[in-house]
Structures are given as C-alpha cells and as structure tokens.
C-alpha cells in the first residue's frame, strides 16, 4: 500500500514561489507514474505534471509550463514541485498521486489512472 504525504504549501504573493513535497512509501515495485494535481473550489481535478520516476520522463500541463518543474529524490522517496511566477489563477488543493507505471511507461495527467492519492495541501496565490 502506497502511502504519500504532501508538503509545502502555503500563501504566497503573485510572482512569488513555493516547493511542494510529496513523500512516498510503501512501494512495491521498482516503477511508478508520479502525479501533481490540483483541484479550485468548483472546479474538476487538474492534471499539472507528471513523472515516470524509472525512465524520468515528464509531463507539463500548458497552464504551468515553463513555470512548474516536477522532480524526485529517489534516496529520500520524495517527489517534489517547483512552483516559480505563481499566479492567483494557481490557486488551489494540491495533491500528489501515484499508480505502478504501465509497459510504455507513459503516465498520462488523468485522475482516474491514478491509484494512490495524499490528503492534498493548499496553494493561496494572493494579487
């Protein structure tokens, strides 16, 4: 059983930046898509990034490419997010998430593929 458990968010003025973190255990197997969703008040939940921790291969939504990085620390189990030019339309609950990969290792940015999911932590993105 996967258990993951974010960190890092916080309330933060329009440009700023905050990292989030995502501690993992429970593996099982040597190879997993990671996830970063986010879901606003109202809205559906948002694939944003996403990573094959085997074969590094990554994703980015449009709405923070270039602006979002996505990355692991393989010794510490920790997936992270890099926030950078955050702006208040990045508002939201953010989750980590997690699923064994698949033969192609493609992990598409699509909540039902996704197995396991943390408890969520709030990005405030003030004007």
């Known amino acids: 059983q996967v258990q993951l458990v974010e960190s890092g968010g916080g309330s933060v003025q329009a440009g700023g930046s905050l990292r989030l973190s995502c501690a993992a255990s429970g593996y099982t197997y040597s190879n997993y898509c990671m996830g970063w969703f986010r879901q606003a008040p109202g809205q559906e939940r948002e694939g944003i990034a996403t990573?094959?921790?085997?074969?590094?291969?990554?994703y980015y939504a449009d709405s923070v490419k270039g602006r979002f990085t996505i990355s692991q620390d393989k010794a510490k189990n920790t997936l992270y997010l890099q926030m950078n030019s955050l702006k208040p339309d990045d508002t939201a609950m953010y989750y980590c998430a997690a699923v064994r990969a698949g033969w192609d290792g493609y992990c598409p940015p699509k909540r039902d593929y996704f197995g396991y999911w943390g408890q969520g932590t709030q990005v405030t993105v003030s004007s």
């Open positions: 990573l094959n921790t085997g074969g590094g291969s990554t």
